[in-house]
């Protein structure tokens, strides 16, 4: 066994090994025999905090989905307003996928994302951040006093999300070269 983790952070490391194993080999070969060999501990030791592949692959989801909202909510929290908000949260969400480009190919790879457009309609399967992103355009909304058919509001709310998505995509891609930070706290690459 090697000395390269403490027993507390264990199920940290296991996650972060399975989220390289599903990305360079797909989910369908992860194992808790693979993430026990990449974390050098027994056989036996990831059964200590997973009943099973399906029991680690959704804390996986819940770990990493978890760590994004937590910093999507701390950029948004001293927010004045809707924009301003909407702005951070697009800086937030691109700053941490640039970061955590695993975490971008494990959430955006076969993790099937709910995002139910329709405006007043919330989900419980629907993509977390996605639902805030879609809160905000609405108290944006609100607060300019906007009207918009539903139509028009599923249009808007695509196109924001696909902006900031796209922008998070593009800094995962390994090669691309840039002559500025994607760490931008405010959100110039964003509007």
């Not at 983790?5 to 693979?34: C, P, T, V, W």
């Amino acid at each position: 066994m090697a000395d390269g983790y403490h027993h507390e952070n264990l199920r940290q490391s296991l996650i972060d090994a399975g989220i390289k194993i599903i990305n360079k080999e797909g989910e369908e070969n992860l194992s808790l025999r693979k993430v026990a060999a990449a974390c050098n501990v027994s056989h036996a030791a990831p059964y200590a905090h997973f009943e099973n592949k399906e029991a680690l692959v959704a804390a996986i989801k819940d770990d990493v989905i978890g760590r994004f909202m937590s910093k999507l909510e701390a950029a948004t929290a001293e927010s004045a307003t809707a924009d301003e908000a909407i702005v951070a949260m697009g800086s937030a969400y691109v700053s941490f996928f640039s970061k955590k480009p695993d975490y971008f190919a494990f959430v955006f790879g076969d993790q099937n994302i709910s995002a139910h457009l329709k405006p007043g309609k919330e989900r419980e399967d629907d993509f977390a951040p996605f639902l805030m992103l879609r809160r905000l355009y609405l108290a944006h909304l609100e607060e300019k006093g906007l009207e918009r058919t539903a139509e028009e509001q599923e249009i808007e709310l695509i196109r924001i999300w696909s902006m900031i998505h796209g922008m998070a995509s593009i800094a995962c891609m390994k090669g691309v070269k840039t002559s500025f930070s994607w760490n931008d706290p405010e959100g110039r690459l964003i509007f």
